[in-house]
């Protein structure tokens, strides 16, 4: 099997929004996805680009992503934090995620981050297992929070 890891690229946003529609139902929640194929050429791509991404190819087919984007820490300074490693089933177990992993760990460190952050959800053990692997901190003390899109609409209202 040849895997290639290589540095996204405009082109390969349609196959993006298929593997994070197959991660969304993977982490059932399949009707989550909102973000379009031009959203993402946009946000990744425009004039004031948000997010980078690695994409991992077998045989020249996409098989999977990791998409992080830089984040600035108070206490810390430039931070990497990293969205979403995905690999589709079919090419799982073949350490093609670590690869992902591998590259995005490598901006961190030609960047001088002073941490490099993810998330994960607590039922998903085969994910929990690689970062326990890689030696990773797993942060009790911090408890998530967010606002959905309607909630952010009705703020001020």
């Known amino acids: 099997m040849n895997i290639t890891i ?21 982490e059932k929640a ?49 931070c990497v934090f990293l969205e979403d490693i995905i690999v589709t089933e079919e090419y799982r177990k073949y350490g093609i995620g670590k690869k992902l992993f591998d590259e995005v760990v490598k901006v961190a460190k030609e960047m001088g981050a002073r941490r490099m952050e993810w998330q994960v959800l607590e039922w998903n053990e085969p994910a929990i297992k690689f970062y326990k692997k890689v030696n990773s901190q797993f942060d009790s003390e911090w408890v998530n929070c967010k606002l959905s899109e309607e909630q952010i609409q009705e703020y001020f209202k």
């Open 30 to 78: 399949p009707d989550e996805v909102a973000v379009t194929i031009e959203e993402m050429e946009l946000d990744g791509f425009g004039t004031n680009p948000i997010f980078q991404f690695f994409v991992a190819e077998v045989d020249g087919k996409t098989v999977g992503i990791s998409l992080y984007y830089i984040k600035y820490s108070t206490w810390k300074g430039r």
């Open 6 to 26: 290589r540095k996204g690229l405009k082109s390969d946003i349609p196959q993006v929004v298929e593997l994070v529609k197959e991660l969304a139902a993977y």
